[in-house]
Nanobody, 115 residues
Framework: QVQLVESGGGLVQPGGSLRLPCAAS????????MGWYRQAPGKQRELVAQ???????NYADSAKGRFTISRDNAKNTVYLQMNSLKLEDTAVYYC?????????WGQGTQVTVSS
């Protein structure tokens, strides 16, 4: 069973930055897609950013220009770099892995943007 462990969350002021690593227990080189989702209180989980096996990326409109998803296959880790954080970015952020063996979710890491 593949396991995903997110970290890097915390409290940050508006305009600040955070970098969230997602460490996989197995190789991420053969994924279909890896992505970051978030869920704020009272809202549905939404896609923030994703990266495919070939390295192409997609972002939610709210994340474009501020967030960057990347990966390090040697470390089996995907990163979400979040800059210019806004109050609306406050949520639990979840790492997601989709492969032919199934879909895996991490446990989530809390990001709170507050002044």
């Amino acid at each position: 069973q593949v396991q995903l462990v997110e970290s890097g969350g915390g409290l940050v002021q508006p305009g600040g930055s955070l970098r969230l690593p997602c460490a996989a227990s197995g190789s991420i080189a053969s994924i279909i897609t890896m992505g970051w989702y978030r869920q704020a209180p009272g809202k549905q989980r939404e896609l923030v950013a994703q990266i495919t096996r070939g390295g192409s990326t997609n972002y939610a409109d709210s994340a474009k220009g501020r967030f960057t998803i990347s990966r390090d296959n040697a470390k089996n880790t995907v990163y979400l770099q979040m800059n210019s954080l806004k109050l609306e970015d406050t949520a639990v952020y979840y790492c997601n892995r989709v492969s032919f063996s199934g879909t895996t979710w991490g446990q989530g890491t809390q990001v709170t943007v507050s002044s």
